[in-house]
């Protein structure tokens, strides 16, 4: 089945610093990646997406960039503040048994704090 | 726009109860989707419903099972706790449920004792 890594796993950076995450999935057939903040007791929110056909999209401070031959794609958050400290996810669809309904692989997390 | 509810918020169940927990989708949407999350296991998913059917599933025991209502709206139950099934249980909505933007609630946390 798919399998998604995420790196790193937490991250540190100053206000005004620029934050990066990467991800890699391993099937070639998945063709929709969102990202996810999480905030503590709250449910992911969908940030930012990509599909397959895209290999860049941009919103304001945040960006994706998604590479398929390399099967990986990384977030990009300029001038971060400290509240964009949350858990970040990566995510991929998966066809496992053949249908992708509903089913994203998620990758593990990074934990991004912002310092003032 | 209301975004999606679930509740309970909180639950606590003993081993060899069961429970059940509820969604509501956002206005609109006809696919909901379950995850659950755990500090180990990360976000895993548990099955979709889109249309009252049930069109994905995923690797969890058969205690495990749900269902969606004509108005979009789902419940799932666990029969039978286990320890393991303590988790933070997450909704998910969107309009079709195929490579769409899925719509998190804030989940139900279950814990077992």
């Known amino acids: 089945g798919e399998n998604v890594e995420q790196h790193p796993s937490t991250l540190s950076v100053q206000e005004g610093d620029s934050a990066v995450i990467k991800c890699t999935y391993s099937d070639s057939a998945s063709n929709y990646f969102p990202w996810y903040k999480q905030e503590l007791g709250k449910g992911p929110q969908l940030i930012i997406d990509i599909r397959s056909n895209v290999g860049e999209k941009k919103d304001q401070r945040i960006a994706v960039t998604l590479n398929k031959t390399a099967k990986h794609f990384s977030l990009h958050i300029t001038e971060t503040q400290p509240e964009d400290s949350a858990v970040y996810f990566c995510a991929a669809s998966t066809r496992d048994g053949g249908t992708s309904y509903g089913k994203l692989t998620f990758g593990q997390g990074t934990i991004l704090t912002v310092h003032p | 726009k209301a975004g999606v509810t679930q509740t309970p918020r909180y639950l606590i169940k003993t081993r060899g109860q069961q429970v059940t927990l509820s969604c509501s989708p956002i206005?609109?949407?006809?696919?909901v989707s379950w995850y659950q999350q755990t500090p180990g296991q990360g976000l895993q998913f548990l099955f979709e419903y889109f249309s009252e059917t049930q069109r994905n599933k995923g690797n969890f025991p058969g205690r495990f099972s749900g269902r969606q209502f004509s108005n979009s709206r789902s419940e799932m139950n666990v029969s039978t706790l286990e320890l393991g099934d303590s988790a933070l249980y997450l909704c998910?909505?969107?309009?079709?449920?195929?490579?769409?933007?899925?719509?998190f609630g804030n989940g139900t946390r279950l814990t077992v004792t």
């Open positions: 998910a909505s969107s309009r079709t449920g195929l490579n769409s933007p899925l719509h």
């Open positions: 206005s609109g949407h006809r696919s």
